[in-house]
């Protein structure tokens, strides 16, 4: 592992004409910043950070994005309650996950979303 993140390094140096430390520097900002979004959105979406603290700290559009994000395995979580093994079982007769997806209203639409 270790030599594959110093190649990873040393190319993405050369690549962008950057010394070796600042490529180490670049990617641990970037590691932080998705961390600290990550513990400040599991906050919010756990009730113990209110929403416009939650914005002020990563953005709307990541705020907004989690809350669809969580409405979307809710709906999801909800349709499998309500159909059971009928989601399981049409699964299995087709082998177009986008009829598929057809059957489940909210998946359809996260794929929806996913190909723009």
């Given at each position: 592992?270790?030599?594959e993140?110093s190649?990873r390094?040393?190319?993405?140096?050369?690549?962008?004409?950057?010394?070796?430390?600042e490529?180490?520097?670049?990617?641990?900002?970037?590691?932080?910043?998705?961390?600290?979004d990550?513990?400040?959105l599991?906050?919010y979406?756990d009730?113990?950070?209110?929403?416009?603290?939650?914005?002020?700290?990563?953005?709307?559009?990541?705020?907004?994005?989690?809350?669809?994000?969580r409405?979307?395995v809710?709906e999801?979580?909800?349709?499998?309650?309500?159909?059971?093994?009928?989601?399981?079982e049409r699964?299995?007769?087709?082998a177009?996950?986008?009829?598929?997806?057809?059957?489940c209203?909210?998946?359809s639409e996260?794929?929806?979303?996913?190909?723009?």
């Amino acid at each position: 592992m270790a030599a594959e993140i110093s190649d990873r390094v040393r190319a993405i140096a050369e690549a962008r004409g950057l010394p070796e430390s600042e490529v180490f520097e670049r990617a641990l900002e970037r590691g932080l910043d998705d961390l600290w979004d990550d513990l400040v959105l599991a906050q919010y979406l756990d009730g113990e950070l209110d929403r416009e603290e939650a914005i002020d700290r990563v953005g709307r559009t990541k705020v907004e994005r989690a809350e669809r994000e969580r409405e979307i395995v809710e709906e999801d979580v909800d349709w499998e309650l309500q159909h059971g093994d009928e989601g399981s079982e049409r699964l299995t007769e087709t082998a177009d996950p986008m009829e598929f997806a057809g059957s489940c209203p909210s998946l359809s639409e996260s794929l929806d979303d996913a190909q723009l």
